[in-house]
T-cell receptor
Framework: SQTIHQWPATLVQPVGSPLSLECTVE??????LYWYRQAAGRGLQLLFY??????ISSEVPQNLSASRPQDRQFILSSKKLLLSDSGFYLC???????????????FGPGTRLLVL | GENVEQHPSTLSVQEGDSAVIKCTYS??????FPWYKQELGKGPQLIID?????GEKKDQRIAVTLNKTAKHFSLHITETQPEDSAVYFC??????????FGSGTKLNVKP
């Protein structure tokens, strides 16, 4: 079966410090990968998605970047954190279909980031 | 782009009662509608989904209905239990890696 891991689970960082959050998927190959942010009490905002190694699409302009160095690894980064970067960051994966379709997304456990 | 609205934002029911959460969407091309349950401090977990070629789907105490004409879909939970307490999210997608989520409904099932 497939599993998705995220770490760290929680992180407290000062403003202006760098960030690196990691997500890995097991039990599947060539997945689509996603990063979402969830502000307290709010819905999910798609930040980035990737359909393959080195292929990153950004959904919103921001202080963050994403990379996919390996097929099942997705990294969210920042050079300098802002207070507004605080939130709950979720990684998700879906099966990559030959043609665009109804890919079900499966979420990881999340990373809670607090920027002070 | 797609706009998904979800109501109510909070819902309290007595154990054993039914709970209904409703979502509307704006893009008639959306054809896949999943529902997620998120417990405190955890990632959302898929509980049920429906595709646009069916009007209703049921899985034990959970059911989802879809009205394509009116562009709305609903989650129905029967015989609610305290462990059903969580935040529920609806979403809509027409593929192409884009999912649009509702703002969530906090369900509280009182024992």
């Amino acid at each position: 079966s497939q599993t998705i891991h995220q770490w760290p689970a929680t992180l407290v960082q000062p403003v202006g410090s760098p960030l690196s959050l990691e997500c890995t998927v097991e039990g599947t190959s060539n997945p689509n990968l996603y990063w979402y942010r969830q502000a307290a009490g709010r819905g999910l905002q798609l930040l980035f998605y990737s359909v393959g190694i080195g292929q990153i699409s950004s959904e919103v302009p921001q202080n963050l970047s994403a990379s996919r160095p390996q097929d099942r690894q997705f990294i969210l980064s920042s050079k300098k954190l802002l207070l507004s970067d605080s939130g709950f960051y979720l990684c998700a994966w879906s099966v990559r279909l030959a043609a665009p379709g109804w890919e079900t997304q499966y979420f990881g456990p999340g990373t809670r980031l607090l920027v002070l | 782009g797609e706009n998904v609205e979800q109501h109510p934002s909070t819902l309290s029911v007595q154990e054993g009662d039914s709970a209904v959460i409703k979502c509307t969407y704006s893009d008639s091309a959306s054809n896949y509608f999943p529902w997620y349950k998120q417990e405190l401090g955890k990632g959302p977990q898929l509980i049920i989904d429906i595709r646009s070629n069916v009007g209703e789907k049921k899985d034990q105490r959970i059911a989802v209905t879809l009205n394509k004409t009116a562009k709305h879909f609903s989650l129905h939970i029967t015989e609610t239990q305290p462990e059903d307490s969580a935040v529920y999210f609806c979403a809509a997608s027409k593929g192409f890696n884009k999912f649009y989520f509702g703002s969530g409904t906090k369900l509280n099932v009182k024992p």
